[in-house]
């Protein structure tokens, strides 16, 4: 039997609080076997006891218990709703846990002065609000009002008067025998309330069919099911020992109704775990100061202490802690994917690959409604386009998606072109040494998100792109930026592109060329040898710096690349600077150099000339 703490103002016991009855004993924690998911509710419970005390503080898939509902319920929920394969891959409720936790029930407009009041004894678990609503039990201010003045009593005849009034609303007094008619009370309200006043009780109709207890139980069922349904995270439900008790307030006041007594709105302040099973006088005095201010304000106290069980259900747990579950044992639970629009993108160890679905399933579920759809990484990069190779586990299999960068749109088909939304600190970092006098020439665009970027603050941009698919992207994404009259764009390969453009009227203006290819972009940089070959040196032009990305695993990695660059350009003496972006791999670099193009490469020997095919 569950009990319900209700304060008197004569009882009230006020012993010495000793703070170390609030903390659990620090315990040896040994590594723990979790109980299978489907073992017995009596099983669960017998191990969730345990678990309680190793785990100290905050809410746990290995604490709690199993609620006894559990398998009917989830029965019911299967036969109602239509599942796809994929979610049959997760016995969701079986992640349902009920903690049993104490709260004191206080009149509405107390709340929040008493949860700042008391806020280092309350329930502190993530994403759970420590104030929750006790359903169906608002009062019209009406009606508020008109408790407030009957239960300001200071004299026999006052007191008269609020026992007379708990007779009629309530149907008896405290320490009455038999309970008067209910008929009294609903008499009270007909009088009390106007008729738009009833048009609020939506349920007026069913008063003279009061609940049976088994259709209590099924409701209280249902709520809970409810819970476990696709959005809910926490369900608070107070233990109520008098269920069955009194009169049924539900077909007044909406089928959510539970309370056996009409106090007026109420909220649950839900302690903290460490006083779940302890009585008033257990409590830190700062409570019990506030009860004791309360019986001095208004008699008789208008606060209880209650119980209250907690139910979380699988969408409050996060994604490790659901695939520790699943998982086996020792097995590192991946924890890490990128993003790219609706599409998660994961690069699961050989280990994981039996479990994938599962995996999968569960980044979907945690991650709604942005992530759509969960990819594998299957292969490494070693096509020309640099575009991955992916297995779609979960969700829709489309992987067209937008994705929004520096304030742009970027259409982007993971299946045919590349992106890398790691490289957005990179590129926001290169566009920082753009100005608006600049004209960017990008070798290797992609689908934009440089040269886009880039054509809000420069002149003009000139991009290019030997991925056809790229380049319809990158025309697309111009457009839809609005940027297209200041881009131009073009579809060869990086060299030849390099060799026309610069043979061409437009080299003139070319301020800046960036070369994003970081596994070859170095082989060909000897395009740049003899550019200005046609030009007078005398003539007023300006010299282009190259940004060029690489990859060094060697020791030095910025010495490595210098001496690439520098091979490749068949030049001795200039100045490089070089700068380590991020590590791809353990001892694997991404470089970037910045250099200006030396007078002595541009005006190189002859290189055989190339004709421009603009696109
Ligand atoms: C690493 S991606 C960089 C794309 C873009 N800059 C970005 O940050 O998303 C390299 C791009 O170079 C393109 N590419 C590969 N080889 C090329 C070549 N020989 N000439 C021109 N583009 C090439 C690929 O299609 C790919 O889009």
């Known amino acids: 039997m569950l009990t319900k703490f209700m304060l008197r103002s004569q009882s009230l016991p006020f012993t010495i609080f000793s703070p170390a009855r609030f903390f659990t004993k620090p315990l040896l924690i040994k590594p723990l076997t979790l109980a299978p998911l489907s073992t017995t509710t009596a099983a669960a419970a017998t191990l969730t006891t345990a678990f309680d005390k190793a785990f100290p503080y905050g809410p746990s898939l290995r ?159 249902k709520r809970v099911k409810k819970g476990f349904g696709r959005n ?53 005095e700062a409570i019990k100061t506030v009860f004791k201010e309360d019986v001095r304000q208004n008699g008789p106290s208008t606060f209880e202490l209650v119980r209250c069980k907690l139910t979380l259900f699988y969408n409050y747990w996060q994604m490790n802690e659901i695939l520790e579950v699943l998982l086996p044992k020792d097995m590192i639970v991946p924890s890490a994917f990128e993003t790219v629009g609706h599409i998660a993108h994961l690069n699961l160890k050989d ?41 779609v586990i979960a969700g829709n299999r489309s992987l067209v998606t937008t994705v929004v960068e520096n304030g742009l749109r970027f259409h982007v088909d993971l299946a045919t072109v590349f992106w890398n939304s790691r490289l957005a600190t990179e590129r926001q970092r290169l566009l920082n040494c753009f100005t608006s006098k600049d004209v960017i020439c990008d070798v290797f665009a992609g689908v934009g998100p440089i040269a886009i970027s880039a054509a809000k603050k420069v002149k003009h941009v000139y991009a290019n792109d030997l991925n056809p ?75 282009p710096k190259i940004h060029v990305y690489g990859f060094s ?35 694997k670099w991404m470089l970037c150099a910045s250099f200006i193009l030396p007078e002595s490469v541009a005006f190189a020997k002859p290189m055989s000339h190339v004709q421009v095919n603009w696109v």
């Open 63 to 221: 604490k709690g218990h199993k609620p006894s509902h559990q398998s009917q319920a989830f029965i019911e929920h299967e036969l109602q709703e239509e599942h796809c394969e994929e979610d049959s891959l997760i016995d969701e409720e079986s992640f349902t846990r009920v903690f049993d936790i104490a709260a004191l029930r206080v009149p509405s407009e107390n709340c929040f002065a008493l949860e700042s009041r008391l806020r280092g004894h309350l329930l502190n678990w993530p994403r759970i609000r420590n104030i929750a609503r006790v359903p169906g039990d608002e009062v019209e201010d009406e009606f508020k009002n008109f408790l407030k003045d009957q239960s300001n009593y200071n004299s026999d005849d006052d007191s008269e008067s609020l026992v007379s009034l708990n007779r009629r609303i309530y149907g008896k007094a405290d320490g009455d025998g038999e309970p008067l008619s209910p008929v009294l009370y609903r008499d009270k309200l007909a009088k009390t309330f106007n008729s738009k006043g009833f048009v609020k009780f939506r349920n007026l109709a069913k008063l003279s069919r009061p609940k049976k207890g088994k259709k209590r139980e099924e409701e209280r069922d």
């Open 351 to 391: 280990e994981h690959l039996p479990f994938k679905k599962l995996i999968a399933k569960v980044v979907l579920d945690k991650n709604k409604p942005k992530i759509q759809t969960v990819v594998n990484k299957i292969g490494a990069i070693d096509n020309d386009y640099r575009t991955m190779q992916l297995e």
């Open 469 to 543: 698919y790229a380049v319809e992207f990158l025309e697309r994404n111009c457009v839809l930026n609005k940027l297209e009259r200041k881009i131009e764009v073009f579809n060869m390969d990086g060299r030849r592109f390099i060799e026309a453009i610069f043979a061409s009227e437009k080299a003139q203006s070319i301020t800046q060329v960036v070369m994003n290819l970081p596994n070859d972009a170095t082989e060909f940089l000897d395009a740049f040898r003899g550019i200005f070959r046609k030009k007078t040196k005398d003539r007023d032009f300006s010299l």
């Open 553 to 587: 695993k060697a020791q030095d990695p910025e010495f490595d690349f210098h001496e690439r660059i520098r091979i490749a350009l068949s030049e001795v003496a200039f100045e490089v600077e070089v700068r380590r972006v991020h590590l791809v791999a353990p001892g």
């Open 232 to 284: 809910e995270l926490a369900l608070v439900e107070v233990v109520d020992e008098r269920e069955g008790d009194g009169e049924d307030l539900s077909g007044l006041l909406g089928d959510e109704f539970k309370g056996r007594k009409w106090r007026g709105s109420t909220r649950l302040l839900l302690l903290d775990e460490r006083y779940a099973s302890k009585g008033l006088d257990e409590l830190p």
